[in-house]
């Protein structure tokens, strides 16, 4: 199973960080509601399921011992009992993230921004081993 998780090392930008658990799941964090763009940092990061830590890349990893419904379990448990989500739309949203995983392939690295009240994501080249 591919899945979007933590990397390993920190995001070589600039202005990337990485503060979640490596090899920890990942989801599209909530934005605030600030209006001030990279104020927090929250309208370009990922956020780890375990830690709730930010981290600005993605990286696809094959799990090979979670099955997509594991996979989706987590996911949309971790949504509804944490975040108050409704199951359909928690369920929906871990369909989208192994979408997301699956597109980009293995070993991919991937950004996240919010373009237009939309997520965009974006495969970023690097040189992580």
């Known amino acids: 199973m591919l899945i979007l998780a933590a990397p390993h090392s920190d995001d070589p930008r600039d202005d990337g960080f990485n503060h979640a658990i490596p090899g920890e799941l990942l ?5 605030c509601s600030s209006g001030q763009e ?23 990893i094959d799990k090979p011992d979670m099955t997509p419904s594991e996979y989706l379990n987590t996911i949309s448990l971790f949504l509804a009992e944490t975040w108050d989500w409704e199951v359909k739309d928690a369920v929906d949203e871990a369909q989208t ?33």
């Open 27 to 31: 989801y599209r964090p909530f934005v």
């Open 38 to 60: 990279h104020a927090c940092g929250c309208e370009r990061s990922w956020a780890g399921v375990g830690s709730s830590r930010a981290t600005t890349l993605a990286e696809v």
């Open 97 to 129: 993230l192994a979408a997301i995983a699956e597109d980009f392939g293995a070993g991919a690295y991937v950004t996240i921004r919010i373009e237009d009240d939309s997520h965009v994501f974006e495969l970023m080249e690097t040189d992580h081993a």
